[in-house]
T-cell receptor, first 115, second 112 residues
Framework: NAGVTQTPKFQVLKTGQSMTLQCAQD?????MYWYRQDPGMGLRLIYY???????DKGEVPNGYNVSRLNKREFSLRLESAAPSQTSVYFC??????????????FGPGTRLTVL | DAKTTQPTSMDCAEGRAANLPCNHS???????VYWYRQIHSQGPQYIIHGLKNNETNEMASLIITEDRKSSTLILPHATLRDTAVYYCIVSYSGAGSYQLTFGKGTKLSVIP
């Protein structure tokens, strides 16, 4: 049971390049999330998916697209990377929020630098 | 979701209890209080959450005031590995998928 996994761990892009960050969870959770964290700041929500087939914008969606490929996988795409997108990206998942012991689980992060 | 207010930083001596306060004066009746921590840019780690009763697990205790306007996370015997940023988050507990809004948290430094 790996929890939430993210690939790649590190990435360097040039301005204008595109890339997709991959996220997968093996806990059969319905909801999945993408956050970014800039130095010295808290996490900010980019997009989330309440269930397979649905996606919604979070606080900072501009410049990103997402795909909920199936229940396990939720990808984040940067179509034309900009230096302002240099950040650490975290994926998270959450099962049934009504369950007493349920919590949000986070992946280890992808450290992205855009030159 | 209700906003929270936390001190920017705190120090705690190793082996002593660390008490981290959080104010959430606009919390509504169906919102839980969650605590997460983040150790050196790793993914945030869940610690504990509660609605109105005090809660305890193997990591920490959560004390929520009777009016629910503030809470305290207690790490009973802090170790150097507890040095981290601690986030207090208030979030709706109903059905559906809701966001966790992370502020800047409290940077806890455990001192030898």
């Amino acid at each position: 049971n790996a929890g939430v996994t993210q690939t790649p761990k590190f990435q360097v892009l040039k301005t204008g390049q595109s890339m997709t960050l991959q996220c997968a969870q093996d806990m059969n959770h319905n909801s999945m999330y993408w956050y970014r964290q800039d130095p010295g700041m808290g996490l900010r929500l980019i997009y989330y998916s309440a269930s397979e087939g649905t996606t919604d914008k979070g606080e900072v969606p501009n410049g990103y697209n997402v795909s909920r490929l199936n229940k396990r996988e939720f990808s984040l795409r940067l179509e034309s990377a900009a230096p302002s997108q240099t950040s650490v990206y975290f994926c998270a998942s959450w099962g049934d929020r009504r369950a007493r012991a349920d919590t949000q689980y986070f992946g280890p992060g992808t450290r992205l630098t855009v030159l | 979701d209700a906003k929270t207010t936390q001190p920017t930083s705190m120090d705690c001596a190793e082996g002593r209890a660390a008490n981290l306060p959080c104010n959430h004066s606009t919390i509504s009746g169906n919102e839980y209080v969650y605590w997460y921590r983040q150790i050196h840019s790793q993914g945030p780690q869940y610690i504990i959450h509660g609605l109105k009763n005090n809660e305890t697990n193997e990591m920490a205790s959560l004390i929520i005031t009777e009016d629910r306007k503030s809470s305290t996370l207690i790490l009973p015997h802090a170790t150097l590995r507890d040095t981290a940023v601690y986030y207090c988050i208030v979030s709706y507990s109903g059905a559906g998928s809701y966001q966790l809004t992370f502020g800047k948290g409290t940077k806890l430094s455990v001192i030898p």
